[in-house]
């Protein structure tokens, strides 16, 4: 699951960030899973499926990075990640 970003900040402007992505044993991004910012804010959890069996039988790390700025903040928050 994937909290929805929560914000105070009112612009049309993203300022704040994250991605999802799936990398290598070698830190090299294979693939992005999904990017989100401040301008997608709203009440409440979505939940995000995405097809990684493509990569079956390989050694990866899924890579959660969230970036602010110095002032209003953005929470992203990330509840129960699975891989079946």
Known sequence: MLGRPATARATATAFDTATVTIRNGSNIVLQTLGSWSNLDAAAGYVQKSFAVSGYGGQTLQ????MVENSSIQTSFVIDNVSLK
């Open 62 to 65: 899924i890579h959660f990075q």
